[in-house]
């Protein structure tokens, strides 16, 4: 079993339209959860960190589920913009290293 | 700010030769991170280092491969002997290593080993 899994996608959604992803993860040591974002052809980078009571940064929204082990992204009026994938990550405290733990990423596209 | 740069962005070589790949961290990161990324895959994680502590390499895939951090802050990662199998965007990652996690990217070398 994959220390984190994401479904792959693609989801074709119209501008406008509420998405969510859902991401689980297997060790339950895990201390810190982060949405990465990845353009195409480009390096991932930074959307939002994960905390235990649920995060908002504008239209994207990030909650925690310690008990069931998973994480979700919710984005709300989804831009064209938004096309990317969306990387789920996770730091796992007993690995002894800093080192960030990636799922293989959802896939977003925005239509117009 | 300066971010995270590694050169060359873009290395193609034949399978046997051996390649060097080099990354500069943001200044003031302690913590510096190799990840490897196959085409439409995940990151895999390959090596670690912090400040002067003894590397985390147990992300190295076989013993081709190695890396280097020199003065606490350039990092060159070396493969040796090349296989087609060592194909892949190689992305290394910068942090403050003390109390943040975020770690910041550079752009990647991608490597195709013909």
């Known amino acids: 079993r994959k220390e984190v899994e994401q479904d792959p996608g693609p989801f074709n959604v119209p501008e406008g339209a509420t998405v969510a992803f859902n991401c689980t993860y297997s060790n339950s040591a895990s201390q810190s959860f982060f949405w990465y974002r990845q353009d195409c052809r480009k390096e991932p980078k930074l959307l939002m960190s994960?905390?235990?009571s649920g995060n908002e940064d504008g239209r994207f929204t990030a909650q925690l589920n310690r008990a069931s082990q998973y994480i979700s992204l919710l984005i709300r009026d989804s831009k064209l913009s938004d096309s990317a994938t969306y990387l789920c990550?996770?730091?796992?405290?007993?690995?002894?290293?800093?080192?960030?733990?990636f799922g293989s990423g959802t896939r977003l596209q925005v239509q117009p | 700010g300066a971010g995270v740069s590694q050169s060359p962005s873009n290395k193609v070589t034949e399978k046997g030769k051996d390649v060097e790949l080099r990354c500069d961290p943001i200044?003031?990161?302690?913590?510096l991170y190799w990840y490897r990324q196959s085409l439409g895959q995940g990151l895999e994680f390959l090596i670690y280092?912090?400040?002067?502590?003894?590397?985390?390499k147990s992300g190295l895939p076989s013993d081709r491969f190695s890396a280097e951090r020199t003065g606490g802050s350039v990092s060159t990662l070396t493969i040796q002997r090349t296989q087609q199998e060592d194909s892949a965007v190689y992305l290394c990652?910068?942090?403050?290593?003390?109390?943040?996690?975020?770690?910041?990217f550079g752009p990647g070398t991608r490597l195709l080993v013909l």
């Open positions: 990550v996770v730091n796992i405290a007993n690995t002894g290293r800093r080192a960030l733990t």
């Open positions: 200044s003031g990161h302690t913590a």
């Open positions: 280092f912090q400040g002067n502590s003894a590397p985390d």
């Open positions: 994960v905390y235990s």
């Open positions: 990652a910068s942090s403050l290593g003390v109390s943040g996690e975020t770690q910041y």
